[in-house]
């Protein structure tokens, strides 16, 4: 089965086999808002790995998902509005395609071959380009009726309703920096060698940081969870420093203190976690 990974940035396809993703294709996303160019790009990589007849895909999307239909309603960093994703990718390749939100999608990757592997419940958080949550609720993926469960960077972080930023993936991901700093080529690699160097840049990540603390209290007290699986580019270059300021202000926000036995686990698929999770998505 193939696996397809559509992030903020990256494009990701993976041939998995028996859990394991046994090859890999990386390559940037050509044209955001363009949904036919990017539809017809995953197409054609999935198409250039595959060396077998293909039965089922699972596609993760950075953005809010209507699994029923396989329509994603509304991908923030790709400016997609109902964007008909699996028909497109089903009538091009001729199969089975299933979608997924990218960090359910990572939740249910990790629950079943990753960091969650013995949870039953457990939350998944996932910072990069954008932030994205995964819910996965006595082995089951959580949507909700309405189809958003997990939603978590669109979340009301800043109370001041006048604010040029109030969601949490406003001010705390690596597209939210970009904007905040006025700096639209501001990479990953830039973050981590100013973190700790340059005061400006370490006082915002660091209040994200907070920030992010804050609203996995809320999560886990509204729920309470005991395990969160953190992972993304953002955390995973930043590494052990920026996630114990996550966890610092989330023990100091969460109630009841009870809740202090929450486990805080980094990812152990990387980025194999959405391909892993949307292919055993295709495959039930």
């Known amino acids: 089965m193939i696996g397809v990974d559509v992030g903020g940035t990256n494009l990701l396809v993976g041939i998995i086999e028996d859990g394991v993703v046994v090859k890999r294709h990386h390559e940037p996303i050509v044209a955001k808002s363009d949904f036919e160019q990017v539809a017809n ?29 396989g329509v994603v309603l509304r991908a923030q960093n790709l400016d997609w509005d109902n964007a008909p994703l699996a028909e497109f990718v089903s009538n091009k390749v001729g199969c089975k395609v299933v979608i997924e939100n990218d960090v359910t999608s990572a939740a249910w990757g990790e629950c079943n071959y990753g960091a969650g592997r013995g949870s039953e419940s ?32 669109m979340g009301i972080s800043e109370y ?69 699986v953190l992972g993304g580019g953002l955390i ?17 926000d969460v109630f009841p203190k009870h809740c202090l036995k929450c486990m805080f686990k980094l990812t152990e698929l990387g980025p194999d976690a959405g391909l892993l999770g949307a292919g055993l998505l295709a495959q039930s």
């Open 122 to 153: 457990m939350f998944a958080v996932w910072v990069g380009t954008g932030i994205g949550g995964g819910l996965i609720l006595q082995n089951t993926i959580w949507r909700g009726p309405l189809g958003t469960g997990g939603e978590f960077g």
């Open 41 to 69: 790009q995953i197409c054609t990589s999935i198409q250039d790995i595959s060396t077998s007849s293909i039965e089922s895909i699972g596609i993760s999307v950075a953005g809010s998902v209507d699994v029923s239909t």
């Open 236 to 252: 995973e270059a930043l590494g052990e420093p920026y996630i114990e300021r996550v966890r610092g202000q989330f023990e100091h």
């Open 160 to 228: 001041n309703p006048n604010a040029n930023a109030r969601v949490l993936e406003a001010l705390a991901s690596r597209s939210g920096y970009r904007t905040l700093l006025n700096f639209p080529e501001l990479s990953t690699a830039d973050l981590v060698d100013a973190y700790g160097r340059d005061e400006t840049i370490t006082e915002l990540l660091n209040e994200g940081a907070k920030r992010i603390g804050t609203a996995i209290a809320n999560t886990i007290t509204l729920l309470s969870l005991d395990t969160v």
